[in-house]
C-alpha cells in the first residue's frame, strides 16, 4: 500500500513539474506582422511563421488596436483573386484575447489576398491584405513524402504475413 501511495505521489508530482514549464510560455509566437486598415479599425496580422509557404501549418491572428470586444468580423481568403475561402472570424483557440486561425494551412503557392469586414462600435470597414507571397511547398512533393512514409506500414503488413505464414503450417 505504501509502494503504491508512493508511486502515485511521484506520477502526480512529475505530472505538474511538466506542465508547469509548458504553461509559462506564450501559446502563439508572432514571428511577422501587417498592419490592415479597416474602416475605422487598425487591424495587425500576426503569422506564426515567416515567410509562408504552402501547406506549411501556422497560425494566423487578427488583433483589432482597441481589442475585438463589441466586434464581429469576416475573414475572405482569396487566391489570385478567386474566393477561396469566407469564414466569421473567432477568437485564437490558444490566445483568446486576438481573433485567429489555429494551425491553417495555405494549399498552393502564389499571390493571396485576405479581406476582412469588421463591424463594431465605430461603424463598418472593409480592408484587405493584398500580395500576400506564399513560396512553394517545403521539403520534397508530397507524393514521394507519402510514398517514404508507408515504407513502414508495407514493413509492418509483411511481418504480419510472414508471422501469420509459419504459426499456420506450425498448427496444420
Known sequence: ?????????GTVALLLGLTAPALAFEPVNVVHTEKVQVGPYDLTVGFSTWPVKAMQSLD???APEDGITGKKGTLTVLH???EAEDDPLARH????EVWGLD???????GTWTMRFDVEGPAGAGTGELTNLQVMEQPGPPMGLSWA????PLFGLIALIVIAWRRTRTAVD
Open 1 to 9: 500500500m505504501r509502494k503504491t501511495l508512493l508511486g502515485l505521489a
Open 103 to 109: 494551425i491553417y494551412a495555405l494549399p498552393e503557392p
Open 60 to 62: 494566423f491572428t487578427f
Open 80 to 82: 489570385n483573386g478567386v
Open 148 to 151: 517514404v512514409s508507408t515504407i
Open 93 to 96: 483557440p490558444r490566445k483568446r
